[in-house]
């Protein structure tokens, strides 16, 4: 019993030597798979850590009650500008906005800025904000946008209110 666990973790130790031995190192092509393979991961570390998963530690209940009521509580414009902002940059996945939104208003945010917050997430993301960049141009890119959150806060004012 003691021989086969041996001699399974030489295999192991034989075929790490063999794949280190065999690595194609000297290939262009090895070497460009293997920084563009790096450079994927520093952009995901970059644009989905930072724009997806930190603002879901804080909706989660990491950004304080008093954070998000001083942001987003009330009806200001400010708020309403926020929440399209804020929404415009988040990724939702889809059906995700609504318990996010549901979190944010038991954590006290304002029902016209949650308004604000839901026409902007599905309308733009930064994912979609650069494929439409790509697809349209940069300066027709940033009147969408504008126009996305303009009018996202405008409807939250007016959703405030009511």
Not at 97 to 117: D, F, T
Not at 129 to 149: A, E, F, N, P, S
Not at 150 to 156: K, L, N, Q
């Amino acid at each position: 019993m003691e021989l086969r666990k041996e001699f399974k973790i030489l295999a192991w130790i034989i075929t790490g030597f063999a794949f280190a031995f065999f690595l194609p190192i000297e290939s262009a092509r090895f070497n460009t798979a293997i920084a563009a393979t790096l450079d994927l991961v520093k952009w995901y570390a970059r644009e989905h850590f930072i724009l997806c998963l930190l603002p879901a530690f804080f909706i989660a209940g990491v950004i304080p009650n008093e954070w998000i009521s001083a942001l987003v509580g009330g009806n200001s414009v400010f708020s309403n500008f926020f929440s399209s902002i804020v929404g415009a940059f988040m990724y939702f996945a889809t059906l995700t906005e609504v318990p996010i939104v549901q979190g944010l208003l038991a954590a006290g945010m304002g029902k016209g800025p949650a308004l604000a917050l839901l026409l902007a997430g599905p309308s733009l993301s930064l994912p979609s904000m650069l494929v439409i960049r790509k697809v349209m141009g940069t300066q027709k890119t940033v009147i969408y946008v504008t126009l996305v959150v303009i009018f996202s806060t405008i409807a939250g004012l007016i959703f405030g209110v009511l």
